[in-house]
């Protein structure tokens, strides 16, 4: 993977005051070569020209549908996306460069991952086992206990393997094992799919606690409600890239402060508001056009939309990526 | 809880392996009576011109073949309760005691081969998994598909040729030299005489089981743990160690219990091209030469054997795997 930087093309990009910048994601695209029949190539662009920061002590949403590359965010702020991925644009982290090498050194210690589900756990070993190989200093024993008491999980659970765990325990096991090391950036993947509304809640407040300490966490989901319940930003992710990013507090009412036609109908669409369903589907990576991705759902499109892709402007203490933005 | 379950389910395959051979029995005794070849004359072979009809009757009275089939394969039954195999035709020797010396002779042999081959393929799969598109994972990865469908016998002949005719290194055949008293024998040569046997067998049972892992760790490398793994900063090797052998060993492990049908089959062709005094040549010779006991025996044994080898890999599986094994009475 490459990563292309340009000390010069640093800009701040924070929203919002009041928050140290830990992460800065900008201009990130992944594509993926693929072989076709024969040995003809090509190149699937997966997430385009994204841009997103995150300040310590803040709880940013990336909210997208399932499927949409979200998980990619997350693999290549790590550093883990698989060998066939070709990665560019920069990405800081405390303001310096992720490089490759950084990526190694300090995932798992400073960035982590809370991942979706038990089977995220090797299978066949104890979960202490587990949750003590994650350990870089001190005593992997001693610390996998502290870990667990803090989370109320018993000794016994430690000697279960993964696939006896219950739903809440499991949650408390993976974010356990993620945060043992006691990292500043946490990327929460997916973390509460099809949980009980009160495991939900408890793993949301976790993830809030852990912002209190000056954590800032990184909350990748499909659902905006779970989004909204705890996060203070939220970046709406659609076809591969950020089209919003907004305070929280502006899904109100008729959502009106929002920016993005698409993020309006987000809104709209869920059960407690309007409930009506956007029409029509999002776009497949190889079927990406020129112009905005949104435009063959979007009421206000004009010629404009469909001949180039909207650039990232300010707007309202947010960002949007739309041509006729309000 | 995890005892009776167990327990159960090891009556239940024991009933079926007693079902099987019932049937096993009755199918060979009934293709083998219906079968052309006549024992007393492939016992007799060329002085058959020598035997009177007399005699000839004599023969089939003291072998029992002038009963109708149905009521020798009772007869059969009912001494092999008693534990009674009955006498081999061509040997001249009670059944169990043919089946015993040769089945040393096969064990060790096999044994061999199983172990050679389990552990060379589990390497091969676990490098060419790890390596894959890179061109040792490819190079391994074309070996096994052509030897997958190479043929035993085949690969036997060009070993024989090889080491035996070109280079003189290794004995042409048998289990012991030719013309030496059997106290005479040293292990030593009994040792030659093994290796180009059981070289063969391990060389095509290599690409079952390193296809096999290779499959497997693909998989497991491509798996959301490993992920999860390397997102908190496992690497290289130490992935392969902590997590990828753990969860290929055991499918290997089954694996190469349940190839014991396989392992039985190629034996059987080995043992021939290089004529080794094993179970699996005296499987040709008996059915060749109509000795229906001896193959009635020899087709019970060799499917106790396999079954153990099937009952094994599935008893490895619900003892060792903890997903089964504390899952137990569920199952
Ligand atoms: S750019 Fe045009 S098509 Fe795209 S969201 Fe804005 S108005 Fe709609």
Known sequence: MTIEYNPDDFKSTEIGPGYKSLLEVSDLSVSFVQYQKGLRQRVLKVISNLDISLGSGEILAVVGSSGSGKSLLAHAILGILPNNAICSGKILYKNELLTPERQKKIRGSEITLVPQ???????????????????????????????????????????????????????????????????????????????????????????????????????????????????????????????????????????????????????????????TPIPGFQPLPANFSEGCLFAPRCGKITSECTGSLPVMQDLRSGKVRCHHAT | MVNKSLFKFIVNKFLRMIILLTTLCALTFSL????????????????????????????????????????RFERWGKNLLHGDLGNSMIFRRPVIQVIGERFWASIVLMGLAWVISGLLGFIMGIVSGMQRGKWLGR??????????????????????????????????????????????????????????????????????????????????????????????????????FRHGLRNVALPAITLQFASFSELFGG???????????????ATVQAGLRGDLPLLLGLVLFSAVFVFFGNLTADLIYRVVDPRLKEAGDTV
């Open chain 1, 117 to 275: 589900s038990v089977n995220f756990l090797d299978p066949l070993m104890r979960v202490s086992a587990q949750v003590r190989t994650a350990v870089r200093q001190g005593n992997p024993e001693e610390a996998q206990k502290k870990i667990f008491r803090r989370y109320d999980l018993s000794e016994g659970v430690g000697n279960q393997y993964p696939f006896q765990l219950s739903g809440g325990m499991a949650r408390r096991v993976l974010i356990s094992a993620a945060v043992i090391n006691g990292s500043k950036l946490i990327i929460a993947d997916e973390p509460t799919p099809g949980l009980h509304p009160e495991i939900v809640t408890e793993t949301l407040n976790h993830l809030r606690e852990l912002t209190d300490e000056g954590c800032g966490v990184m909350l990748i989901t499909h659902d905006i409600s779970t989004a909204l319940q705890v996060a203070d930003k939220i970046a709406v992710f659609y076809a591969g890239t950020t089209i919003e990013i907004t305070p929280a507090a502006d899904f109100h009412g008729q959502g009106q402060a929002l920016r993005h036609p698409y993020t309006k109908a987000l809104w709209q669409s869920l059960p407690q508001n309007d409930f």
């Open chain 2, 32 to 71: 083998v009576s219906h079968s052309p070849i006549d024992p007393v004359q492939a016992y007799i072979g060329a002085d058959m011109m020598k035997v009177s009809h007399a005699q000839r009757e004599k023969i089939e009275e003291y072998w029992g073949l002038n009963q109708p089939p149905i009521e």
């Open chain 2, 139 to 240: 190079l391994i990865k074309w070996y096994c598909l052509t030897l997958a469908s190479t043929p035993t016998f085949w690969l036997g002949l060009v070993l024989l040729i090889v080491f035996s005719v070109w280079l003189k290194w290794l004995p042409i055949g048998l289990g012991v030299p030719a013309g030496v008293l059997s106290a005479d024998v040293t292990l030593g040569d009994r040792i030659t005489h093994l290796i180009l046997p059981a070289m063969t067998l391990s060389i095509v049972g290599v690409a079952n089981i390193a296809l096999h892992t290779r499959q497997k760790m693909i998989d497991v490398m491509a798996s959301d743990y490993i992920l999860f793994a390397r997102a908190r900063g496992e690497s290289g090797l130490q992935l392969l």
């Open chain 2, 267 to 281: 034996a059987v062709l080995a043992e021939q091209v290089f004529s080794y005094p094993g179970l699996g040549q």
